[in-house]
């Protein structure tokens, strides 16, 4: 009765010894020292470089990818008047939900943006900034590339400054 037992247990373990080892890391690889302190130094420059513009008065064009709603998404236009959000509509010219937007909807929170990633240790993280005013141009961040559908790229184009 016992060697049923047996054999049936013998043949577990022989089967046990020839599976594959699947293993994640226990961390996903983090950006490396170097390259957080060379984003953090052109998040800095590029920060610096908008302010001294002192623009308070703008207008951009705003779209994000990403596994969200359609209307979570853009294109929409986003006006600044005084450093504060004024309008949000899409490209109709209606309002959109400010809630849906509303980390996105001045310069300085896309800075702000960036800065999280990098304090976060995003596994992947590109930047492009406008040469001329310093504002990014595209935001795309992985936070972890060990799960899918949590990153986000982001589109500012055709920034304007415009009149009061």
């Known amino acids: 009765m016992r060697l049923p037992i047996f054999i049936s247990a013998g043949l577990l373990l022989a089967l046990s010894l020839n599976a594959p080892v699947l293993s994640l890391p226990a961390n996903p690889a983090p950006q490396s020292a170097t390259i957080a302190n060379s984003q953090l130094k052109q998040l800095t420059a590029n920060r610096q470089l908008w302010k001294k513009q002192n623009i308070r008065n703008y207008r951009y064009t705003f779209s994000r990818s990403c596994f ?6 853009g294109p929409i236009s986003v006006t ?3 450093g504060r959000t004024s309008y949000l509509t899409d490209a109709t010219g209606k309002p959109v939900e400010r809630e849906l937007f509303q980390q996105y909807d001045t310069v ?4 702000k943006i960036i800065e999280d990633a990098i304090a ?3 596994s992947n993280l590109t930047v492009q900034y406008d040469p001329k005013l310093g504002y990014p141009t595209q935001i795309n961040i992985d936070y972890n590339s060990q799960i899918a559908d949590e990153e986000i790229y982001l589109t500012v184009e055709n ?3 415009i009149k009061r």
């Open 108 to 111: 300085p929170k896309l800075f």
């Open 68 to 73: 969200c709603a359609p209307k979570a998404s």
């Open 120 to 122: 976060k240790k995003a």
């Open 80 to 82: 600044v008047r005084k």
């Open 159 to 161: 920034l304007q400054k």
